[in-house]
């Protein structure tokens, strides 16, 4: 078993479950989750193609983070995933952990994984990244956004 493991592109554990949510509701969405004592973590207005503010709050002691995604401009593609979801926020997309960024997008795209970026590229906090598609396969459809991101120096 541990053989087969070491085949797998490194994934570590669950990163952060992203959440979409409408403009100007961000601030109101960030105090909910502290009331449920969750711990802000960092706040960055991530241009480019994103164009989104994010928030990351932690989940207890753990690793695992919960991302507020607010869309800066129409364009943003969380402002179109709003309007593809009738108007409201809700799960943007799940982000996996990786160690090695380059060996799991290797790895993914030899396995016939749809992904949406050419090469990792630069995220918030000095991480690096790249997304699955929601059809990730020819036969396996996830059905959501898929993030696999490695930690960087700044994080």
């Known amino acids: 078993m541990n053989e087969q493991l070491e085949q797998v592109p490194g ?4 990163d952060h ?6 403009p100007g509701e961000l601030e109101a969405h960030v105090q909910a989750y502290r009331a449920m004592g969750f711990k802000e973590m960092h706040r960055e207005d991530v241009l480019g193609g994103d164009q989104v503010r994010e928030v990351l709050l932690q989940v207890g002691d753990g690793p695992n983070l919960v991302q507020l995604l607010e869309p800066l401009t129409p364009e943003s593609p ?4 709003i309007e593809k ?12 952990r990786v160690a090695d960024i380059q060996r ?6 030899d396995h016939g994984f749809k992904i949406i970026d ?6 918030s906090r000095g991480t690096m ?3 699955v598609h929601p059809k990730s396969t020819e036969t396996a459809a996830f059905g959501y956004l898929l993030e ?3 930690e960087g120096a700044h994080a």
């Not at 969380?78 to 995933?81: F, N, W, Y």
């Not at 979801?85 to 996996?96: E, I, P, S, T, Y």
């Not at 050419?118 to 995220?123: E, L, V, Y």
């Open 85 to 96: 979801n009738g108007g409201r926020g809700g799960m943007a997309h799940l982000a996996l």
């Open 148 to 150: 696999v991101v490695q």
């Open 129 to 131: 990244v790249f997304f």
């Open 17 to 22: 479950v992203a959440i979409s949510v409408k």
């Open 118 to 123: 050419k090469a990792p590229r630069k995220g």
């Open 78 to 81: 969380v402002a179109k995933q």
């Open 104 to 109: 799991a997008f290797d790895y993914l795209k």
């Open 11 to 14: 994934f570590l554990f669950f």
